[in-house]
């Protein structure tokens, strides 16, 4: 799996980390009915490492499905074996090596211009910008690609809407979205106000592609 093309053409990857882990599942499967097909499925969630398998087994091949929180080698492997197509690091350590060693493609944690450099040179796929709302929000990004105009950036960290669309405005390549697009259904709660949030960040990644079409 290419995951450039992929974050390119998406432009939102869905944040899963779940207290229970067949609501978590149920909240991916829904996800992808509403159109969001790129998913991170958090390793700090209850059992994620077999409903990350369950999910690849129920895509048979298809997903883009990252598994998240990698922080050692040992949880590179098991993602890799569980059917995880990528995987994405809070930050640099162990685990960033042996993902990319595995062939995984890596979506890396930074957030200082030094971190930022040295994910670049470790071989990451693309850079999560993280906590992006903590770490300075949308200016920052914009203070970033000033030195870094081909690093290829995913803000992660209290990402609603109205911020995702300010992010990829200013060049953001995806945006990564935890609790403001799953509102507690990976935790049990209704999956309805799930689905109106999915519709509305499917909108907002089509705004995006107009935009660069008008470019």
Excluded at 173 to 182: N, R
């Amino acid at each position: 799996m290419n995951l450039l093309d992929r974050l390119a053409e998406e432009r939102v990857v869905a944040i899963v980390r779940g207290r229970d882990p067949e609501a978590a599942y149920r909240a991916v499967r829904i996800l992808w009915e509403e159109g969001i097909d790129l998913v991170e499925v958090s390793l700090t969630g209850a059992d994620a490492l077999a409903v990350v398998e369950r999910l690849a087994q129920a895509r048979a091949g298809d997903a883009a499905l990252g598994a998240g929180t990698i922080l050692s080698e040992q949880d590179a492997r098991r993602a890799r074996d569980a059917g995880a197509t990528f995987a994405v690091t809070p930050a640099l350590g162990p685990g960033t090596a042996t993902a990319i060693e595995l062939g995984l493609p890596t979506l890396v944690g930074a957030l200082t211009p030094t971190e930022v450099y040295t994910a670049v040179q470790a071989g990451a796929s693309a850079v999560k910008l993280f906590p992006a709302n903590h770490g300075g929000g949308p200016d920052y990004l914009k203070a970033l690609r000033d030195p870094f105009p081909s690093v290829p950036f995913v803000p992660v960290g209290g990402v609603d809407v109205d911020a995702a669309r300010r992010y990829l405005r200013l060049g953001a390549l995806a945006v990564g979205v935890g609790s403001p697009l799953l509102a507690g259904a990976a935790d049990g709660a209704d999956p309805a106000e799930m689905r109106t949030r999915a519709r509305e960040f499917r909108v907002l990644a089509r705004e995006h592609e107009q935009d660069g079409e008008r470019g």
